[in-house]
């Protein structure tokens, strides 16, 4: 597993507007490169990068510049064809509804890749969770066959919550803090059925303000004389 970035191939923004059904295509060439290549995924979008899973799971980034979509395509590197299935499609300017981005951790051979639930069946996300209410990270589980993204555990309103990492046993390391509260790490299982239990303390980093009263935010409204 790895991760290919194609951030800095050459673009064109301007043939953006050119309709095309196929506008990239990710190809392979076996060892010993002297046959022809076979077509992996074909793309309506650019391809932005390639995260890998396994022999028979990867995701691709796609994007297009004209009306700021994005795409999360899961597709099998063992089986050329050049089609996908689409995981989620929606505006990059839409935070309230971004399912995040994939979590990588490095494999035996040193090299990121697709974090995946115990059956394989579920790509782990860590998404800010944007909310009106304010952001509210979460971690999700997007199918791979596609399907609703679920999400077994989300920060709590009273605190800022965000996932660090996964951890064995459907567990997670969580970094908490809030205006009263400096930044000090717990333990949190994944919820299975709905329903999260407590989070276990790991560290205690004390304040460095404590005994300081710090300002705090209060909302002020009054009449104006006109």
């Known amino acids: 597993g790895d991760h290919l970035d194609l951030h800095s191939f050459p673009t064109r923004r301007s043939s953006d507007l050119v309709a095309a059904a196929v506008r990239d295509a990710l190809m392979e060439l076996s060892a010993p490169f002297d046959g022809k290549p076979e077509v992996l995924l074909n793309s309506p979008m650019r391809l932005r990068g390639i995260d890998w899973g396994n022999d028979h799971l990867a ?12 795409a999360f395509v899961a ?38 890749a697709l974090q995946l639930t115990g059956d394989g069946k579920g790509i782990y996300f860590f998404s800010l969770g944007a909310t009106p209410e304010g952001d509210l990270p979460f971690v999700g589980v997007m199918p791979a066959g596609g399907g609703t993204e679920q999400i ?24 908490r803090e809030s205006p009263s509260e400096s930044r000090n790490y717990f333990v949190a299982r994944l919820a299975q059925s709905g329903s999260q239990e407590a989070m276990r303390q790991v560290t205690t980093f004390p304040s460095p303000y404590a005994g300081i009263g710090l300002p705090t935010k209060q909302l002020l409204k009054y009449q104006r004389a006109d």
């Not at 951890?167 to 997670?172: D, H, Q, R």
């Open 59 to 70: 995701l691709a980034n796609e994007w297009r510049w004209s009306d700021r979509q994005i």
């Open 75 to 112: 597709f099998d590197p063992s089986t050329p064809g050049g089609k996908g299935t689409a995981l989620f499609e929606g505006s990059s300017q839409d935070r309230y509804h971004s399912p995040g981005r994939p979590v990588l951790q490095m494999n035996a051979q040193g090299k990121p």
């Open 152 to 175: 077994p555990w989300r920060s709590a309103k009273q605190q800022y919550e965000e996932p660090i990492s996964l951890l064995a046993n459907e567990k997670i390391l969580v970094g």
